[in-house]
């Protein structure tokens, strides 16, 4: 998979914001929709610190890693998948976790039978295509290219 690819669709889709603000939730995040961890060097910083971009790299890219590794040991046919639906599975990841992510499951049914028709309108058939919008209509057209 293209990794720089897939880090400009999450770009696009989560902003990147080198400073740590508050998301939806109310919960301190920084650079490309990363939570602030306990672990983190910025954890107790006050919103409005600024986060260099080495760090801002650093944390997308153990992201990135955590998500392909919940794919992997949950999905593990997803590797066998199209470069292009390999990054929608990967941004659904990003944006919901595994956790909500493997309740779609006549969404990955479809998807990993290749119905791709039928995998594009179950992800669309939810919460979270209303929640996202444009996002959800983007990555439902690449899930219709295959």
């Not at 999450?10 to 998301?23: H, R, S, T």
């Not at 650079?31 to 801002?56: A, F, N, Y």
């Not at 949950?74 to 390999?86: A, F, G, H, I, T």
Request: with cysteine; net charge negative; glycine share 6%.
């Amino acid at each position: 998979m293209d990794i720089n690819k897939l880090r400009e669709e999450l770009e696009f889709d989560e902003g990147c914001v080198y400073e740590i603000y508050k998301d939806h939730l109310g919960y301190p995040t920084f650079g490309i929709g990363h939570l602030v961890l306990e672990s983190d060097p910025e954890h107790g910083e006050s919103v409005g610190t600024p986060v260099c971009k080495d760090r801002v790299i650093a944390c997308f890219e153990n992201d990135v890693l955590t998500v392909f590794e919940d794919l992997d040991r949950n999905l593990p046919w997803w590797r066998e998948q199209s470069d292009n639906l390999q990054r929608v599975l990967a941004n659904m990841s990003f944006n919901l976790g595994i956790t909500r992510l493997l309740n779609f499951k006549k969404f990955l049914g479809a998807l990993e039978l290749k119905h791709y028709k039928t995998a594009a309108e179950e992800m669309m058939d939810s919460r979270w295509a209303t929640q996202v919008g444009p996002r959800a209509t983007r990555l439902r057209d690449r899930v219709l290219e295959g």
